[in-house]
């Protein structure tokens, strides 16, 4: 009732304040206040909008009033605590510097920085990197299925999967689009086998048996499983191209970047160096 109250009278204000013979201001409205902080209606009125009711108007702003109190009591007691080493208007001199920095490094970068990588340079950090991505467990491409054991046709389901050996049905497609809890059928993708296995019930799909369980339709109670392994590469084996390729792009990507800007800095340097605008002195 006292926030009820409040924003009445808040209301009530701000209505004479609009008119022109009064001269009391929005910013006198106040709201709240904790120790040395006050909060005013000029700070939560752009929460309000036309065709509101009394009682939206009302929970808005009283919920916006119960926020602020929590964190002005907050900041209250974390200034109280502050620790008498702790250089405040040092770490908000370097958070701000951070801040502009960090902006001018994004802007030279948009206008600046070659975004593009070609072919040739993916495969030559490839070759160049491919030992430091030992594969800790099989990678695959396949397409696999999660579909619950009550849709319907599931049996037509089966025999579609059995039958599409080099392609996929669009009956098959459809089906699946329509009652698959877990679709994957674009097998281009390679990806950990244990990414794949999550969506199998346990032991279905391992490293031991992935080379032996290629294709199958399995049922438990609940779901019946289509699975078939396009192309496995085991732990032993370089994994391909296509497998780091992202990464590969960003990492090449990062690094072009760095580049660029450590040659900004050193060209920045010396322009300004040889304008005498850099001064460096000696005090040994």
């Not at 340079?121 to 397409?143: A, D, G, M, T």
Request: hydrophobic share 40%.
């Amino acid at each position: 009732m006292k926030h009820f109250t409040l924003l009445i009278g808040m209301i009530v204000c701000l209505g004479i304040a609009c008119t022109p013979q009064n001269d009391v201001e929005e910013e006198a409205i106040l709201l709240a206040q904790v120790y040395n902080r006050s909060l005013y209606f000029s700070e939560v009125e752009d929460l309000l909008y036309t065709g509101m009711t009394q009682e939206d108007s009302t929970l808005m702003v009283n919920a916006y009033i119960e926020r602020w109190v929590r964190d002005a009591l907050l900041m209250h007691e974390a200034e109280r605590n502050i620790p008498q080493d702790l250089n405040i208007d040092a770490l908000v001199r370097d958070y701000r510097s951070s801040l502009v920095l960090y902006n001018y490094e994004r802007i030279l970068i948009e206008a600046e920085l070659d975004s593009t990588i070609s072919a040739a340079q993916i495969e030559e950090f490839y070759q160049e990197n491919k030992e430091q991505y030992q594969l800790k467990n099989p990678i695959v491409r396949s397409q696999y299925v999660k579909i619950p054991n009550t849709a319907p046709n599931l049996s037509q389901a089966s025999e579609w999967w059995s039958a599409s050996q080099d392609s996929l049905q669009l009956e098959l497609v459809t089906f699946c689009n329509r009652n698959a809890e877990v679709l994957n059928l674009e097998g281009e993708k390679w990806v950990d086998l244990e990414e794949v296995a999550r969506h199998f019930p346990s032991g279905m799909i391992t490293k031991t048996n992935i080379n032996t369980t290629s294709f199958f339709v399995r049922k438990d109670e609940n779901y019946t499983y289509f699975f078939r392994l396009l192309e496995v590469v085991s732990v032993d084996q370089e994994p391909p191209l296509a497998y780091i390729e992202n990464q590969a792009k960003q990492i090449i990507l990062h690094k072009r970047k760095q580049g660029m800007l450590a040659a900004k800095r050193e060209k920045l340097y010396e322009q300004e160096l040889n304008r005498n605008n850099v001064k460096i002195y000696n005090n040994e």
